[in-house]
């Protein structure tokens, strides 16, 4: 079945820099678009980045545009998303998903806190 485990949020300051991690197993990876989205509290899921199969094509959310960038390795089998320049809004749970499949297929999360 489909496993994705993310890591790396944390608690930053305000225009620091977070890298999360996805690590994927149990399907295809490499034929998979893949994607992170995003929980903040109180709010519904939404899309910050997707990536196509082999990292040719990515799309980002106009709130993450210019400070996220989305990459993957297919030989690992992991999703990666540096994060630069955070502000408050920002704060929320990070998951990486299967795309378009993001609310059914997705893992447990990581929360990233960004405050002074």
């Known amino acids: 079945q489909v496993q994705l485990v993310e890591s790396g949020g944390g608690l930053v300051q305000p225009g620091g820099s977070l890298t999360l991690s996805c690590a994927a197993s149990?399907?295809?990876?490499?034929?998979?678009?893949m994607s992170w989205v995003r929980q903040a509290p109180g709010k519904a899921l939404e899309w910050a980045s997707v990536?196509?199969?082999?990292?040719?094509?990515?799309n980002y959310a106009d709130s993450v545009k210019g400070r996220f960038t989305i990459s993957r390795d297919n030989a690992k089998n992991t999703l990666y998303l540096q994060m630069t320049n955070l502000k408050p809004e920002d704060t929320a749970v990070y998951y990486c998903?299967?795309?378009?499949?993001?609310?059914?297929?997705r893992g447990q999360g990581t929360q990233v806190t960004v405050s002074a």
């Open positions: 149990g399907f295809d990876f490499s034929r998979s678009v």
């Open positions: 990536i196509h199969v082999d990292g040719s094509r990515v």
């Open positions: 998903a299967k795309w378009p499949r993001f609310e059914a297929e």
